[in-house]
């Protein structure tokens, strides 16, 4: 193959994974969308219906601890009685999905990175960036992704 070839086929891969790339924040944007109608509300429907999908009962998180839902990309916590609160599962240090959360501290396993299960803070490296919040409602013993 000659130079001219190989750069056209370097290029072609690159094309093809911008592309892919695109299509993929073209969905993830689509997704997000939405419409205000019913904004504020607190009226909460059941997944499928509108309203956001049921991750828990608020009795299965326990208090300073949480609970991952790796196929969901999000944990949830109980840093106090009746306090509820959610976060990407998300290691912000290289992506490895969070998995355990114990006395107030969210744990990743990959390179030993800590976050306050309160705020999401970093409280010890490799990662120096928060869990990014995920919004959660809790209405009538259930964690809805809000």
């Known amino acids: 193959m000659s130079a001219s070839q190989e750069r056209q086929v370097h290029l072609g891969r690159r094309t093809v994974v911008a592309a892919v790339g695109a299509a993929g924040v073209a969905a993830a944007l689509t997704a997000c969308g939405g419409s205000k109608d019913g904004e504020g509300s607190d009226t909460v429907q059941p ?58 501290t969210i744990s990743c396993p990959c390179h030993g990175s800590t976050f306050d299960a309160t705020t999401g803070k970093a409280t010890a490296g490799p990662a120096t960036q928060p869990l990014p919040e995920t919004p959660i409602k809790v209405a009538d013993g259930a964690i809805i992704l809000a």
């Open 47 to 104: 997944a499928g219906k509108g309203g956001g999908e049921v991750l828990a009962r608020t009795s299965d998180i326990p208090e300073g601890g949480g609970v991952v839902f790796a196929d969901k990309g999000v944990v949830v916590t109980q840093p106090t009685a009746g306090t509820f609160k959610a976060f990407s599962s998300k290691c912000t240090h290289q992506g490895c999905a969070v998995k355990g959360v114990a006395d107030g």
